[in-house]
């Protein structure tokens, strides 16, 4: 499978064929360039990029539907056992959350890099930075307080926080026990 660019590499690659189009036929910016041709040069090859790796929309409808119907079942496949936002966040150090991450994603990278040039060429004009992120299949499931987690989650006061608490401020009006 040949990868293409992403949203934000076009983008960038377009700035730069802009400004260099700019820079070679602008007189005033003549006298600036040192190697007219080697600008050239880089600007073709600009353009061949653009060419030949930008995602290509699906021709017809059955195309289009077969890559939705793919998109789709690669999504299920690879979403699953993935480690919850939670998990990810919390990363406490003996649970093997970081291991759980890596032997998922070694798992999954071939269905994700083809889920990616899938939605690349399904939404070939899209500018989102985040198109082909799979961090929003990332599923949320919640679990309370956790002291030992890296971040652990809500704010809670102690007791002995609670009895310190100064009498001139209004007291904590949640309880978190």
Do not use: C
């Amino acid at each position: 499978m040949t990868r293409t660019l992403k949203p934000s590499q076009r983008t960038a690659i377009e700035q730069d064929l802009v400004a260099s189009e700019e820079l070679l036929t602008n007189p005033n910016m003549s006298s600036y360039i040192t190697d007219k041709s080697a600008l050239r040069r880089q600007v073709k090859q600009m353009k061949d990029t653009l060419d030949t790796q930008s995602p290509q929309p699906y021709e017809t409808s059955t195309e289009k539907n077969a890559a939705v119907k793919r998109e789709r079942q690669l999504r299920e496949e690879f979403t699953q056992g993935i480690p919850s936002k939670e998990e990810m966040r919390r990363n406490r150090g003996g649970d093997g959350t970081v291991y759980k991450h890596m032997k998922w994603e070694k798992a999954n990278k071939a269905k994700i890099l083809e889920w990616r040039e899938i939605i690349k060429r399904l939404e070939s004009d899209s500018d989102d930075p985040d198109l082909t992120n799979y961090e929003r299949f990332r599923p949320e499931r919640p679990f309370g307080y956790d002291t030992t987690a890296q971040i652990a989650g809500h704010h809670a006061m102690s007791m002995q926080a609670k009895e310190n608490w100064p009498d001139d401020l209004k007291g904590p009006t949640v309880k978190s026990n």
